[in-house]
């Protein structure tokens, strides 16, 4: 009679070794992959940073030969030149067996610098606390060619012009919009997230007046 109840217990403890084991294990291959995933990220880190300083210490160095030239920029200035996709083999502390075998683990630079004078500027719609006509007429054919409403345009700009004289202290705060930094911020000007978009391209916002220059292409 004893016989069936001792067979539970060992069937019992048969299972209760299993389950441990199987948790052991799944212990053991979380760390494991927890210590691959580390290692990698630090890699990708490591490799970034390399990245990071070579881009600043070009630009700095376009910026410097650009500064040392003078004049206006153009399309055969050092700015203007891309910097076209270059392969970046990663560093020896990243990759000390050197085990990069195809693109997939390889790491690219690219890109350029833009004279943003090359846009038109959102400040210049404002002069001296007042809407002016010349970057009213320049926004005008901007907007016309993009097909969007002259109404926006007009909105935009007397929002501006509340803002700015905010900024200086001329009015009351109340419910003014706040000046914007950045193309993404005309929103709070009255500009719809489309018309942002469409003048993603074309526009920038810079802290005073500028003439636009015209001898550097437009950025892509």
Not at 99 to 109: G, K, R, S, W, Y
Not at 124 to 141: D, H, I, K, Q, T
Not at 147 to 175: C, H, K, W, Y
């Amino acid at each position: 009679m004893r016989r069936p109840r001792q067979a539970g217990a060992a069937l019992l403890a048969a299972m209760l070794t299993v389950s441990l084991v199987a948790t052991f294990a799944t212990a053991a291959l979380w760390n494991q992959w927890r210590s691959v995933e580390v290692e990698a990220a630090d890699r990708a880190r490591v490799q970034a940073a390399r990245i990071l300083t070579g881009a600043l210490d070009w630009s700095r160095l376009i910026l410097r030969e650009d500064a040392r030239a003078g004049g206006a920029d153009h399309w055969r200035s050092p700015g203007p030149c891309p910097c076209r996709r270059r392969a970046c083999p990663p560093s020896p502390a990243a990759d000390p067996s050197n085990t990069v075998e195809n693109d997939a683990d390889t790491t690219f630079l690219s890109g350029e610098i833009v004279d943003m004078q090359s846009l038109l500027n959102v400040t210049n719609l404002v002069e001296a606390g007042r809407l002016s006509e010349p970057g009213l007429r320049a926004f005008g054919r901007l907007f016309e060619l993009l097909g969007l409403p002259q109404t926006q345009l007009t909105r935009m700009a007397e929002n501006l012009r509340f803002a700015s004289d905010i900024n200086v202290g001329n009015l009351s705060a109340g419910q003014a919009p706040l000046l914007p930094q950045r193309v993404e911020q005309l929103a709070w000007l009255g500009l719809p997230p489309e018309t942002i978009a469409a003048l993603q391209p074309y526009v920038t916002i810079l802290p005073v007046r500028t003439p636009v220059n015209l001898n550097q292409p437009r950025p892509k």
